[in-house]
C-alpha cells in the first residue's frame, strides 16, 4: 500500500451551523461535511535538492502527473510528489514548456517532506 499524501492533514468538518456554508450543505441534504485540510507547502527553493537529485523534463502535450510518476517511480500513485516539489499541484498549473523536476530518489523526496514513518520507505524500497 502505498503512502498517502492524506496521512498527516487533519480532517475538518463543516456543519450546516456555518452560515457561509449552510446552503452548499443543505443543498446536498447533509448535516455536514468533511474534508482534508489544504496543506501548507511551505520550502525555502535551496533546500529541494540535499538528500536527492533531481530529474530535469519539460511538460509536453499529452503530459500529465500521474504519466511521470509512472515513468520514474513506476507508480501512478506518486504523482502528489511531483507537484508537491514543482509547488504546482495539478496538471492543469503545467503549461507546455515548463521545467519539471522529478526528484530521485522516491523514498528520499517523502522522508524530505516531512510526512513518512519507517514502514512506508521500507514499501516503497520492495517495489
Do not use: C
Not at 537529485?53 to 502527473?65: C, I, N, Q
Not at 514548456?97 to 520507505?121: H, N, Q, R, S, Y
Amino acid at each position: 500500500m502505498p503512502y498517502s499524501r492524506y496521512s498527516n492533514r487533519d480532517l475538518l468538518t463543516l456543519t450546516s451551523d456555518n452560515e457561509a456554508y449552510r446552503k452548499k450543505i443543505l443543498e446536498r441534504n447533509a448535516k455536514r461535511i468533511a474534508f482534508h485540510a489544504t496543506p501548507v507547502y511551505n520550502f525555502d527553493d535551496t533546500e529541494k535538492d540535499i538528500d536527492f537529485t533531481f530529474t530535469e523534463v519539460y511538460w509536453a502535450d499529452g503530459d500529465r502527473l500521474y504519466k511521470l510518476s509512472n515513468k520514474y517511480y513506476n507508480s501512478i500513485e506518486y504523482w502528489w510528489v511531483i507537484g508537491f516539489f514543482n509547488q504546482k499541484p495539478t496538471d492543469s498549473h503545467y503549461e507546455i514548456g515548463d521545467l519539471v523536476l522529478i526528484p530521485t530518489p522516491l523514498e528520499k523526496a517523502i522522508e524530505f517532506m516531512g510526512a513518512i514513518e519507517e514502514e512506508w520507505v521500507d514499501q516503497i524500497k520492495t517495489k
